[in-house]
Every structure is written in structure tokens, then in C-alpha cells.
């Protein structure tokens, strides 16, 4: 009999032993389903407040959008577009910086539009691009003001396409 009870305690010992391990292993993993819970919350909180940082940079800095209003218009007007084609958009570009204007009135312009730009003499090249996402085609204008001798604007040629 003590044999036989032997056995029996073994056997209890066995089934309590297992009923341990699988409460031990349903507390394992509560821990674990409560980390992965928290580092989603911490992640889209995360998302949320880089969102944020981006839109306050893109009213200090033009992060996405340009705050140009040419090249507002620009994007406006030429949405549609297929990858690796242009479109002239130099009568755009020439209501807001007219023919026969001086450099020193392009370059005020401009300078008030927000417009980056690089002067090189008898040539002024602006525009805009920005890499947002390498597989996704990006917006882009490309403007070149050409001035005559006496330094007043007599070319515009400027184009909008998507580049990759």
C-alpha cells in the first residue's frame, strides 16, 4: 500500500506540477501582451506627436506644402501628371514675377514669396523639391529667370514634374 500511495502522491505531485506550469505560462504571457499593448500605445503617441512636430515645422519651414503662393498655384493647377512628363508652367511663374521686372524686384518678390533661389549672375534659379518617400514620386518645379544686360528679366522658363 505505501507503494500504491507512493505512486498516487507522484501522480498528484504531476498534475499539480502541470497545473503550476500552465498558470505560470498564462502569467508569462499576460506581461508580455501588456508590453506589446504599451509600446503600440507609446508608438502611435509617438506618430501622433512627430505629426505634430511636422505640421509646426511646415508653418516655420515648408516641410510638405511651400508656403510660395506661385508654387501653391503651381501644385494646384498640375496635379495630374504622369511620372517622367512636365508641364510648362512659366505663365504661372509670370504673374507673379512679370517680364521687364529688375533683379532687385525678382529677388524682393522672392524673398517675400518664402521662395528659395540662387543668383548666378545673369541667371536666377528657383524652384522647389522635396523627397517625401523614396518610392513614391515627389512634386517638383524647376524655375530659371534669365536677365539681360541692363538686369531686367526678359526669360522665364519653368516646369512642374514629378521626380523619383
Do not use: W
Request: proline content about 5%; charged content about 20%; hydrophobic content about 35%.
Amino acid at each position: 500500500m505505501t507503494n500504491n500511495s507512493k505512486i498516487r502522491m507522484t501522480n498528484k505531485n504531476r498534475s499539480l506540477y502541470k497545473g503550476l506550469i500552465m498558470q505560470l505560462r498564462n502569467l508569462a504571457v499576460l506581461p508580455i501582451v501588456m508590453s506589446l499593448v504599451f509600446l503600440s500605445a507609446c508608438e502611435v503617441s509617438n506618430h501622433e506627436k512627430h505629426s505634430e512636430i511636422q505640421q509646426s515645422t511646415s508653418k516655420g519651414k515648408s516641410k510638405m506644402q511651400p508656403q510660395s503662393p506661385m508654387l501653391k498655384e503651381i501644385f494646384a493647377s498640375e496635379k495630374y501628371i504622369e511620372p517622367g512628363q512636365s508641364k510648362d508652367v512659366s505663365h504661372i511663374v509670370a504673374k507673379y514675377l512679370p517680364i521687364g521686372s529688375s533683379k532687385k524686384e525678382v529677388i524682393e518678390k522672392l524673398t517675400e514669396m518664402n521662395q528659395h533661389y540662387s543668383d548666378k549672375g545673369h541667371i536666377i534659379y528657383a524652384g522647389y523639391g522635396k523627397q517625401i518617400h523614396p518610392m513614391i514620386p515627389n512634386p517638383e518645379v524647376m524655375i530659371e529667370l534669365k536677365f539681360n544686360a541692363s538686369g531686367y528679366l526678359e526669360n522665364i522658363d519653368s516646369e512642374f514634374y514629378y521626380a523619383q
